[in-house]
C-alpha cells in the first residue's frame, strides 16, 4: 500500500454537484466552424447524458441460472443454428440501416449547404460591386446562427445526449458502462449512429417509438446486445470513412475485450454492407447508377500514381511533423479540457448553451469573412477546379480567393482541396492563418451543445498546417522540384493533428489508410500516429479520454497499472455485503433493494448448513433487475403452494422486462406479503465466478475485465463471502505521476 | 448427456500408432509444382513436429506465486516503463530480422529460378529446331527432382516440423499447445520463420545455437513468448504479402484470445518494420534505393484506375464464383485428406518421403512439358511483356507459347500474369487445360516432406479458372466490351479458390486488400470468401483444420459446441485428481512426477485444518517444471535449516529452465533426501481460479479459453479438490453432425 501516493477527487463531480439537478452536459458536444454536415443535422434528432442518473454497469457474462440452462438444454442443433442465421440478418439489416441513414445525411447536408453557400456567394457578388459587403457578413452570420439554434435548442433542452461525437459514450458502453439513454433513437455523427441502430434492430423492439416486434427476444440480454452495438459502430465508422475494416479494428480497440472470430466476421459484414448501401444509393443520387464509387461519406480522394510515393529521407520528416501533431494536439486537449470545466461551471442552463453555440457560429461566419475580406490571396480558376463556391472578391476575373476555398466550403472539401490542389494553390500565409484561426474555432467548437464529432475539424487544421510545411520544405531547400507534392505533406500533419486530439492508432491507421484508397502511405501514417500518440501522451490524455474522465465513469482499461501488485481482492473489494438468503423474506428483500444508501445491484447468495453453526457459505448470484422482475410476478413460495396451477416464471419476462426495469419504489408489496418467503435457487446464478481473497489486483482485474464481469465475489477458504468486487472497485486505481493513485469516483 | 451420440476416434491415431516411433510426420508440407521460392529453399532449415513427443500445453496464466509478487512489487514504475520499451525494441527486431530473412529468401530464390528456367529455356531452343526435346524434359524433371531432394532429405531426416506451411503449427502455437520444436532455429515459409525468429529473438537466447545474451529474461514465460509469436506471425505474413494490418488479423484470427490494445499496436509495429525492411533492401537490391515499392515477396501487382471497378449486376457472378471456389476447395481438400491418411499410414519412412517429393518433382516438370508440347496458343510478344522467359518453341517468330507463361514461370509472376495481362493474352482451352492439371499437382503437392504452403498454389488455380470465367462471359454476352477486364475475374477467382481451401475470413480479405493494393475490391473479395466459406464448411472443414485434426492436437475453437450446456464441469474434469500437500515428503514428489502412466503437468496443492478429521482444502497449484527445478536446487526444509547461509531460489532458477526443463528421470535424488520435506508455500500459485462444480460447459470453456488456462481447478462448495479440468477435457467435445460427439484424444 505503500505505492498509493495521495487521493484525488475527480476534477469535476465536486463543482457541479449543486447542478446535477439540472442535467448538466458534463459531456457536450462540438460544432465544426462552418457547419459541417453534422451540425446543419444537429436538428435531426437526438439523446444526452445527464448527471441526474448515475451509470449503472453492464453485464456481459451470461446468468447461467437454471432458467437459461433450461432454455439452452431445450434448443436443439437447429434452433442453435437458426439463431446464428438471425445473427447475420440483424449484422445485414444494421449495415443497411446505418449505410441508409448516412445517404439520407449526405444528400440533406448537400443540399443544405448548397443553398447557404449559394445565397451568401449571391448575395456577396452583389454587393462586391457597391460596396456594402457588412450586409453580407451579418446575412452569413444570422444564416449560420439560425441552423445551429435549431439543432442546439433540441440537444441542450431534449436530448442532451447527442452532444458531441457519441464516440466517448460508445466507448463507455462497450466498456460496460450504461449510460442511461445512449442507444435510443437519436442522430449524431455516424459511430453514434450505428450503434443506435443496432441497439433497436438488434431488440426487435424500440421503446422510444414504443413498438415491439416480438422478434429477436433472445437478443434481449447486455452480452448479445452488446455484439450488436459493435457492429452498428464498426458500421457508422464504416459508412463514414468508408473504411470497413477500420470500422471493424475501430469496434474491437474500444470495445470487445474477448475476440471472437465469428464476431469480427458479423462486424466486419455489417461494416461492408453499410458502406456498400451508401455507395449504392449515393452512385443513384448522382445518376450514375451501379457504379459504386462514393465509398464513404467523407471521401479524401485517391492518391494515387508514383508521383506521390514518399522516399526514404523524408521519413524523419514525418516523423517529425508527428511531433508537431502530439504537441499541438495536447494543446488543443488542455485548451479544451479548461473550456469543458469552465462550461461545466458556468454555462449548465440550456439557454445559455443554445446562445454559447449561436455566437461561436456567429464569431465563426464573422472571422471566417474577416480572413476572406482581408486576404489578397488571387489565384487562378482552373478549367476543372474543384472548389465549389469560388468566390472571386476583389480578384480579377477569371481568379478567386484562395483563402475562401478554405473558409467558404464544407470542411470535407476543404480536406480534399488541401490534399489534392495542385502545388502553388495556396500562398503560405493563407495556410498559416487559416490554421492559427481555425485551431482556436475548433477547440472552442468541441464540447458545444450541438452534435458534432472532432474527426473532420482536426483533420482540416492539420492538413492545413501539413501542407504549409510541404510548400516550405520546397522553398528553402535547392532543389524544390523533389517535395513537388505538398498535397502529400498535407495528409501526413492532417493525420498527425488528428492523432495528437484523439491518440487513437492501429484503427486510424487503417481508416486513414482506407478513406485515402492507398495502401503506400500505411508506414508513415503509422510512424506519426505513434509519434503524435506518444509526444501528446507525454502531457496530457486523448480528447475521448478527457471526456470520460470528466464524467467520472469507472472506465477500465485494458490492464490494471503496472505496479499495482500490491493490492489484492482484501483491499480492493468492498465489504461488508448484503447477502441474501437462498430462501429469503419478501419484506427483507424489499428493504434491502429500496435501501437508497447502498443501492447495490447484486447480492451473492448464501445458504446456512443445517443443524450447524457455521456461517452461511456462498451458493449463488442475484441481481437486482432480477428480483424486481421476481417481486412484480410475486414468485412467493406460499402463492406457488395455494396456486397449483400458477404459471412458472419464464425467462421470457425477464426479456421483457429487459433493459428498463421498473424501481423498486414502483413494485407494491402489501404487509401480508412481505411476510412471504421468495425461492432464489431457480433464478439465481448458481456458479458465480469468484476470487480467494490474496488474489492480487491485476489478477482480479484480468479476470474481470476479460469476461466482462460485474460482480466478483471474493470468498475465503471455507468458501464464505467476504467482499464483492465492482467495476469501481477496480476503476478507481490509477497510475499518476507519482506512482499509483486512488481517485474518488462518484458513489464509490 | 443424452446429446452425445457417439465416440468417434480422431482418425489417424489409431493407425499410425506402430510408426509413431520412427517419427511419422503426421503434419506434412507440400511442395508447389515447379518449385516456388519455398520449395527451393526448403533445404535452407528446419523443425518438425513428431509423433513421439506428445504435445503439451502453454500456461498464458501467469504462475502469481510469492517469488514472482516480491519481484513485481520490488519493480519500480520506472522498471516497468523499461519493460515496456523492451517490448517494443524486440518487436522492432522481429520485425527487422523478418523483413531481412524475407529479402534474403527473395533474392536467393529469384537467382536460383532465374538460373533454373535460363538453363532449361537455352536447352528447349537450342532443341526445338534440331529436334529431341525429350532431353530438355528430362533436363528439368532432373532439375525439379535434385532441388526438392536437398529439400526434402533436410525435411525428413532432420527436422521434420519444417514441412508444409507452418501455418497449422502456428495456429496451435497461438491456441495454447506446445508443439515439440516449433519454434526453434528453422525456415520455411514466412508466417513460420516469423514466428521463429519472435520466439529466438524475445527470449534472449537459441537454444539451437546454445547461446544466452542474458537479456530479456523477463521474458522467459509462456505469457510473454506468445504475445512475441503473434508479433513473429503477423510479420511474416506482413513481409509475405506487403499485407501489415493482414499480417495483424491473421495473428488475432489465430491467436490471441484476450484482445489487448497495446499488444496489438505492437504486433502492427513488428509488422510494418518487417513490410519497410524488405521493402528498403529490395529496392537497393534492385538499385533503386529509396524508393520503397516491393511491399511484398508476393506482389499481385496493383489494380488501379477506374477501367476496373466493378458493376453492381457483377456481384451475383462474383458470389457465383465464390461458390465455385466452395465446391472446389472442399474437392481439394477432402482429396487431400485421403491422400494425407494415405500418407500417414503407407508413406512413413524418411526415405519413402524423399521419394515420394521428387517424383512429384518429375511428374509435375513431365505434365508441364506436355502440356507447353502440345499447346498451340501462340501469343505476339508484347514491348513491355510481363513474362520473364518466353518460350517460342514452334510458335512464329515474335510469337510465345502461352501455355509457357502459365507453367514455365514462378508461380507468383504466372498469377501476376494472370491478373494483369490484356484481355486475349490466354485462350480459354489453355487456362482450362492448366486449371485441371495444376489443380490435381497442387493437391498431391501439399503434405510432401519439404516445406511450402499452400496460398500460391491455390491463387494460381484461383486465378486460372477465374480469367477463364471472364473471357467466357465476354464471349457469351452480346456486348462482349462490358466484360472488357478477365484480369478482375482472375482476381475474384483467386480469391475464391483460396477461400474454399483455408477458410479464412477477416484477415485474408485484408491481405488480399493489402497485396492488390486496392480498396473498392474489399467487398467482392469479402462476398467471394464468405460465400466460398459457407459452401466449403458444408462439405469439409478447411485445409488447416484437417490436418490439425490429424495431428489429434487438443485444439479450442472459439466457443464450446452450442449444444453442450447438458454438461458440467463435473462430467468434464478429470478425477481422482492427484494432490500434494503444502508440505510434502520429497519422496511422494518424485513418485508422482515419475509416474508415467498419468504424466500430468499440474498439482492442486492442499492443506489439512490442523487438528481436525476434515478432509484437507485447496490451497495453491504447482506445476511439474517447478517441482522440478525445486527437485534440481534441493530446496528441502530440512536443507535450509542445515545452511542457513544457503541462497534463497528465485525467479531467475525458473527462468533458466525454462522452456525445456529438464525430465524427472535426469535428476538424482538419494534414498535419504527422499525422507525429507518440501515445502512448497512459495513456489505454487496461491490464487488458482477455481469453478464449482455445476458450472456447465460452456461457462468452464468460456474461462479457460479467455484467459488461456492450462488447469483449472473444480472445488466443491467446502472448497475441497474434486477435479481439474485440462485442455484435453474440453477439447474432446465436438459437434458432429449427429449433435454433440465426444472424442477420443490421445492419452486423454
Known amino acids: 500500500m505503500a505505492n498509493i501516493t495521495k487521493k484525488v477527487s475527480w476534477s469535476s463531480r465536486a463543482d457541479e454537484s449543486g447542478a446535477a439537478g439540472e442535467g448538466t452536459p458534463l459531456l457536450n458536444g462540438s460544432e465544426q466552424p462552418r457547419h459541417s454536415r453534422q451540425v446543419q443535422l444537429a436538428w435531426w434528432l ?20 437454471q432458467l437459461f440452462l433450461e432454455e439452452e438444454r431445450k434448443m436443439s442443433y437447429m434452433g442453435f443454428r437458426c439463431l446464428e442465421i438471425s445473427r447475420w440478418v440483424v449484422c445485414g439489416l444494421i449495415g443497411f440501416l446505418t449505410g441508409l441513414i448516412a445517404c ?72 460496460g458502462i450504461k449510460i442511461p439513454r445512449v442507444v435510443r433513437l437519436k442522430e449524431g455523427p455516424m459511430i453514434h449512429s450505428g450503434a443506435v441502430v443496432a441497439a433497436g434492430v438488434s431488440q426487435g423492439r424500440s421503446t422510444s417509438l414504443k413498438r415491439d416486434f416480438k422478434i429477436f427476444e433472445y437478443f434481449r440480454r447486455d452480452t448479445e446486445k452488446r455484439d450488436f452495438v459493435s457492429a452498428g459502430a464498426a458500421a457508422g465508422v464504416s459508412a463514414a470513412f468508408g473504411a470497413p475494416v477500420g470500422g471493424v479494428l475501430f469496434s474491437l480497440e474500444e470495445g470487445a475485450s474477448f475476440w471472437n472470430q465469428m464476431l469480427t466476421w458479423r462486424i466486419f459484414f455489417a461494416s461492408m454492407i453499410s458502406t456498400f448501401t451508401l455507395n449504392f444509393f449515393l452512385s443513384i443520387y448522382h445518376n450514375k447508377p451501379g457504379e459504386l464509387s462514393n465509398p464513404g461519406l467523407i471521401n479524401f480522394g485517391r492518391f494515387q500514381g508514383d508521383s506521390v510515393a514518399y522516399n526514404l529521407y523524408e521519413i524523419p520528416l514525418f516523423i517529425a511533423m508527428g511531433a508537431i501533431g502530439g504537441l499541438l494536439g495536447a494543446l488543443f486537449n488542455v485548451l479544451n479540457y479548461w473550456l469543458t470545466i469552465f462550461r461545466i461551471r458556468y454555462v449548465h442552463r440550456p439557454c445559455l448553451q443554445v446562445m454559447e453555440a449561436m455566437l461561436v457560429a456567429a464569431v465563426t461566419a464573422t472571422v471566417s469573412f474577416t480572413m476572406i475580406y482581408f486576404s489578397n490571396d488571387c489565384q487562378p480558376l482552373g478549367p476543372e477546379h474543384t472548389e465549389e463556391y469560388p468566390l472571386q472578391l476583389f480578384c ?86 523533389i517535395w513537388a507534392d505538398p498535397g502529400k505533406y498535407a495528409l501526413i500533419g492532417a493525420a498527425a493533428q488528428l492523432g495528437g486530439i484523439v491518440r487513437m492508432t492501429l484503427s486510424l491507421t487503417v481508416i486513414m489508410v ?38 467520472s465513469v469507472p472506465f477500465l482499461h485494458w490492464e490494471a497499472p503496472a505496479t499495482s501488485h500490491w493490492l489484492t481482492a482484501r483491499e480492493v473489494m468492498s465489504s461488508p455485503v448484503t447477502c441474501l438468503n437462498r430462501i429469503e423474506k419478501v419484506g427483507t428483500i424489499v428493504d434491502t433493494l429500496s435501501n437508497t444508501s447502498t443501492n447495490h445491484n447484486g447480492f451473492p447468495v448464501v445458504v446456512k448448513v443445517s443443524g450447524s453453526d457455521e456461517p452461511p457459505k456462498l451458493c449463488g448470484l442475484i441481481l437486482r433487475s432480477q428480483l424486481i422482475v421476481l417481486l412484480k410476478h410475486k414468485v412467493f413460495v406460499e402463492l406457488a403452494r395455494s396456486r397449483l396451477t400458477q404459471r412458472k416464471l419464464q425467462l421470457k419476462d425477464f426479456r421483457d422486462a429487459y433493459p428498463r426495469f421498473p424501481p423498486i419504489q414502483s413494485i407494491h408489496v402489501s404487509q401480508d406479503e412481505r411476510e412471504c418467503m421468495m425461492d432464489l435457487t431457480e433464478f439465481m446464478n448458481a456458479t458465480p465466478y469468484t476470487v480467494p481473497q490474496e488474489t492480487s489486483l491485476p489478477r482480479v482485474f484480468k479476470l474481470f475485465r476479460a469476461l466482462g464481469l460485474r460482480h466478483l465475489v471474493v470468498v475465503d477458504d471455507e468458501n464464505r463471502v467476504v467482499g464483492l468486487v465492482t467495476r469501481k472497485d477496480l476503476a478507481r486505481y490509477h497510475l499518476g505521476k507519482h506512482g499509483l493513485e486512488e481517485l474518488q469516483l462518484a458513489q464509490t
Open 46 to 65: 437526438t439523446v444526452r447524458l445527464t448527471a441526474v442518473t448515475p451509470e449503472e454497469s453492464l453485464d456481459y457474462d451470461n446468468i447461467e441460472n
Open 104 to 175: 439520407f445525411i449526405d444528400i440533406v447536408v448537400e443540399q443544405l449547404a448548397g443553398i447557404k453557400y449559394q445565397v451568401v456567394k449571391e448575395n456577396i457578388e452583389k454587393f462586391t460591386e457597391v460596396g456594402g459587403l457588412s450586409i453580407s457578413l451579418l446575412l452569413w452570420a444570422v444564416l449560420n446562427s439560425a441552423i445551429v439554434m435549431l439543432g442546439a435548442i433540441i440537444v441542450a433542452f431534449f436530448e442532451p445526449i447527442a452532444a458531441g461525437s457519441g464516440i466517448p459514450q460508445i466507448k463507455c458502453y462497450l466498456n
Open 396 to 481: 480579377a476575373d477569371g481568379e478567386y480567393n484562395s483563402m475562401a476555398t478554405a473558409f467558404f466550403n464544407t470542411p470535407e472539401r476543404s480536406v480534399r482541396s488541401l490534399f489534392h490542389n495542385q502545388p502553388g494553390t495556396y500562398n503560405p500565409l493563407t495556410l498559416g492563418l487559416f490554421t492559427l484561426t481555425y485551431f482556436f474555432l475548433a477547440c472552442w467548437t468541441y464540447g458545444l451543445a450541438v452534435s458534432a464529432g472532432v474527426f473532420i475539424p482536426s483533420l482540416l487544421i492539420g492538413a492545413a498546417w501539413g501542407r504549409l510545411c510541404g510548400i516550405l520544405l520546397a522553398t528553402i531547400t535547392p532543389d524544390g522540384s
Open 514 to 551: 482506407e478513406a485515402t484508397g492507398n495502401v503506400t502511405y500505411g508506414l508513415p501514417i503509422m510512424l506519426v500516429l505513434m509519434t503524435a500518440k506518444i509526444v501528446g501522451d507525454y502531457f496530457v490524455e486523448g480528447l475521448y479520454d478527457i471526456h470520460i474522465k470528466l464524467q
